[in-house]
């Protein structure tokens, strides 16, 4: 098999093009802490509450429970980032609960600020919903709401 000839300047060569490339690794690696990472999710609450964002929350939280439809307080999630659903005990004519004590455990839901947008976590899941008619705002930073 015939040999091919090298160039006797190629070790040099070689020697430059991988100080090039060091160059190039050292300018672009800072360069990679410059861009923001995604946005952590943080705290929210309701900024600016409407039927829309009642009716958006009342929707998710409805179907993240597949229950019925529920009603939520007007003021949900505006002072407080949590929402703790306890289902409601039957009770007969006297107001007196049927089947004794209920075992049924809360629910239990945060309102979070992903980039722009508001979404409900249902804690239990894990799963999260965009709420897309609804407003919200980062609660401070080490605030307890």
């Known amino acids: 098999m015939p040999s091919v000839p090298v160039p006797h300047n190629a070790p040099q060569r070689l020697s430059r093009w991988a100080g090039v490339l060091l160059g190039l690794m050292l300018i672009a690696l800072p360069a990679c802490r410059a861009w923001p990472a995604a946005a952590a999710p943080a705290p929210a609450i309701i900024t600016h509450p409407t039927a829309a964002s009642r009716t958006d929350l009342e929707r998710a939280v409805a179907r993240a429970l597949g229950a019925a439809p ?76």
């Open 70 to 145: 529920v009603r939520l307080a007007d003021d949900a999630l505006t002072h407080d980032s949590q929402l703790i659903i306890a289902r409601a005990q039957a009770r007969d004519a006297h107001g007196l609960p049927l089947n004794g004590r209920e075992l049924g455990r809360p629910q239990h839901f945060r309102l979070l600020r992903r980039g722009s947008q508001c979404t409900l976590l249902h804690v239990e899941t894990g799963r999260s919903r965009v709420l897309a008619h609804t407003t919200c705002r980062v609660l401070p930073s080490g605030h307890t709401r």
